[in-house]
């Protein structure tokens, strides 16, 4: 088993720019979730899903959105990238209390 | 809605030495989850150890074992012969009950904790 893997590992984005993060899980998890990591801080929720084709907003969803078209896929996008969206992005799956985390995506926009 | 506090920053403990760090948390669930995560250089998030809310006995993972005080909302991490490799941030986390339907952890600001040889 892969786990959770996430794609890119890096990347600079120019402000207005959009792009789409990847996250794809191989242990048939319905849970899904996004997270961002802001220098010094802990992990807060973008957005979450249960299932295939079910998505809910966490605390911090302005500026994304997600879609969950198969149990296997949970994409991110951003629209209009700006400087306030610099931060490492991870996602994780999880089929009942433990979350298994993907390792990370770290997000520049200048 | 829940919130996880961890009041320590920064952390420094000696090579072999235990350390305790300290997590508080404010929830009106009477059952839920709390975790320990760990996060070293490599960024990869790793569990820890987990308590149940309504098992009193306090959890134990090898070196690692934790102070539970549900009455206090208190939930500690101590960390018994420390290694060179336990050096990372800590993130103390917490669940509301898996069935409730809302199962995001939320997590504490962390604390960077540094194993000294």
């Known amino acids: 088993n892969a786990g959770v893997t996430q794609t890119p590992k890096f990347r600079i984005l120019k402000i207005g720019q959009s792009m789409t993060l990847q996250c794809t899980q191989d242990?048939?998890?319905?849970?899904m979730y996004w997270y961002r990591q802001d220098p010094g801080m802990g992990l807060k929720l973008i957005y979450y899903s249960v299932g295939a084709g079910i998505t809910d907003k966490g605390e911090v969803p302005n500026g994304y959105n997600v879609s969950r078209s198969t149990t296997e896929d949970f994409p991110l996008r951003l629209e209009l990238a700006a400087p306030s969206q610099t931060s490492v992005y991870f996602c994780?799956?999880?089929?009942?209390?433990?979350?298994?985390f993907g390792p990370g995506t770290r997000l520049t926009v200048l | 809605a829940q919130t996880v506090t961890q009041s320590q920053p920064e952390m420094s403990v000696q090579e072999a030495e235990t350390v305790t760090l300290s997590c508080t948390y404010d929830?009106?669930?009477?059952?839920?989850?709390l975790f320990w995560y760990k996060q070293p250089p490599s960024r990869q998030m790793i569990l820890v150890i987990r308590?149940?809310?309504?098992?009193?006995q306090n959890a134990t993972e090898n070196r690692f074992s934790v102070n539970f005080q549900k009455a206090a909302k208190s939930f500690s991490l101590k960390i018994s012969d420390s290694q060179l490799g336990d050096t990372a941030m800590y993130f103390c986390a917490f669940m509301k009950p898996f069935r409730s339907g809302n199962t995001p952890l939320v997590f504490g600001k962390g604390t960077r904790l540094s194993v000294i040889a």
């Open positions: 929830t009106s669930e009477s059952n839920y989850y």
């Open positions: 308590q149940e809310a309504y098992k009193q």
């Open positions: 242990m048939n998890h319905n849970y």
């Open positions: 994780a799956s999880s089929a009942d209390l433990e979350q298994f």
